[in-house]
């Protein structure tokens, strides 16, 4: 089946420091990806959604210039968190549509992140 | 809005018993999805449903969607320890808009 990776599966860097986290779909072209995030215990939460070639669309409340987004080609999605604080620390997950097979979303393997 | 509620939060059950996961949304969607989650890993896809009346099984799981109720059950039959994970459900509407409900974290007791 489709595949989606995302790397790092975790890192932990010094607070104020920038991570990036990167999404790939494998075996298929996503114009569509989304990153979601996850604290323990809790649920998905839908930070934004990337369009390749375009800005991304960020939910209410996620700041666009704290969480960069960039969508540069079909399989391809990366989420920058800039100046990371230990608030920042979580679980970050990707999904990916693949348009071909009926628009179904694949997620990657999540990333987590924490911030000292 | 867009909002799925499931229920309940936390079930903790024996071996060999029978429950039911209840996900309802607010609002008419394209297709409502089941996911299983391992502690510290992503999800697992379970069950895409699309229309009204949809069913359909895997295992000891059986899942189904009315949508003029908005509302979808995940049927665990004669549970086993493996079951143990959270289960979400989350509803797609307007083919991008997808919406997670809170989850449910199942333990199955021997």
């Known amino acids: 089946g489709a595949v989606v990776s995302q790397h790092p599966s975790w890192v932990i860097c010094k607070s104020g420091t920038s991570v990036k986290i990167e999404c790939r779909s494998l075996d298929f072209q996503a114009t569509t990806m989304f990153w979601y995030r996850q604290f323990p215990k809790q649920s998905l939460m839908l930070m934004a959604t990337?369009?390749?070639?375009?800005?991304?669309?960020?939910e209410q409340g996620v700041e666009k210039d704290k969480f960069l987004i960039n969508h540069a080609s079909l399989t391809l999605s990366t989420l920058t968190v800039t100046s990371a604080h230990p608030e920042d620390s979580s679980f970050y997950i990707c999904?990916?549509?693949?348009?071909?097979?009926?628009?179904?979303?694949?997620f990657g393997e999540g990333s987590r992140l924490t911030v000292l | 809005e867009l909002k799925v509620e499931q229920n309940p939060l936390f079930l903790s059950m024996q071996e060999g018993k029978n429950y039911t996961i209840y996900c309802n949304y607010s609002t008419t969607s394209d297709r409502l999805y089941w996911y299983r989650q391992d502690p510290g890993k992503s999800l697992e896809s379970l069950f895409v449903l699309l229309s009204n009346g949809a069913v359909k099984q895997e295992g000891r799981l059986m899942a189904s969607l009315d949508t003029k109720a908005r509302l979808s059950t995940l049927h665990i039959t004669a549970a086993v320890h493996d079951l143990s994970a959270t289960y979400f459900c989350a509803v797609v509407r307007n083919n991008n808009d997808m919406r997670f409900g809170a989850g449910t974290r199942l333990t199955v007791k021997p």
């Open positions: 990337s369009n390749e070639g375009s800005k991304a669309t960020y």
């Open positions: 999904s990916a549509r693949d348009l071909d097979r009926t628009g179904e979303l694949f």
